[in-house]
């Protein structure tokens, strides 16, 4: 059973930073593609920053330059450093897995972060 626990979420005025993580068990973030998405309300989720399992990383273009994707095979967790934050960054972040074969994606619970002006 793959389960993924996301914590770091929080308070932050704008400028500052916080560091997401996410802890994977019953799969490994080393033979998948891995990923961070948000959600702010009355909006889509969407994507944040994707590393493939050959290490390759994608940002959408908001978050270019301020934000970090990078895991920790050994603790077989996922991490999302967040920096210059701004207001509209306020949203539910999730984990995301995706199985390489066959496609089945699965999502942690969300932690929240909101950035005050």
């Known amino acids: 059973q793959v389960q993924l626990v996301e914590s770091g979420g929080g308070w932050v005025q704008a400028g500052g930073s916080l560091r997401l993580s996410c802890t994977v068990s019953g799969s490994s973030v080393s033979l998948n593609h891995m990923g961070w998405y948000r959600q702010a309300p009355g909006k889509q989720r969407e994507l944040v920053a994707s590393?493939?399992?050959?290490?390759?990383?994608d940002y959408s273009d908001s978050m270019k330059g301020r934000f970090t994707i990078s895991k920790d095979n050994a603790k077989n967790a996922l991490y999302l450093q967040m920096n210059s934050l701004k207001p509209e960054d306020t949203a539910v972040y999730y984990c995301?897995?995706?199985?390489?074969?066959?496609?089945?994606?699965?999502w942690g619970q969300g932690t929240q972060v909101t950035v005050s002006s």
């Open positions: 590393l493939s399992s050959g290490g390759s990383t």
């Open positions: 995301n897995l995706k199985r390489i074969l066959g496609g089945r994606e699965y």
